[in-house]
Nanobody, 113 residues
Framework: QVQLVESGGGLVEAGGSLRLSCAAS??????MGWYRQAPGKQRELVAS???????NYADSVKGRFAISRDNAKNTLYLQMNSLKPEDTAVYYC?????????WGQGTQVTVSS
């Protein structure tokens, strides 16, 4: 059984910061990255860390967001700085176990202008 629990979302003013966390339970689970979905839009990749040496960021968040991992806790973090209203979305973490993908329940991030 794989469970992903996201936390850290909330309401913040433009220019502010938030730190999202995604904690995974279950064996052989690797949290791959963060996605987001704004109202009326498709889910999009925000940042991913598919391996220990690889990180990828959407162009829209480069230089503002940073992904990090605590392997001992099997937790993935997304530090979001200089937030903009267009960052408003539900943020989901994504994990893989034995080639099966799993999603968390999502955490709402709202950035006011």
């Amino acid at each position: 059984q794989v469970q992903l629990v996201e936390s850290g979302g909330g309401l913040v003013e433009a220019g502010g910061s938030l730190r999202l966390s995604c904690a995974a339970s279950g064996s052989l689970v690797r949290i791959m990255g963060w996605y987001r979905q704004a109202p009326g839009k498709q889910r999009e990749l925000v940042a991913s860390s598919p391996s220990a040496f690889t990180t990828n960021y959407a162009d829209s968040v480069k230089g503002r967001f940073a992904i990090s991992r605590d392997n001992a806790k099997n937790t993935l973090y997304l530090q979001m700085n200089s937030l903009k209203p267009e960052d408003t979305a539900v943020y989901y973490c994504n994990a893989q176990r034995l080639r099966i993908m799993y999603w968390g329940q999502g955490t709402q991030v709202t950035v006011s202008s």
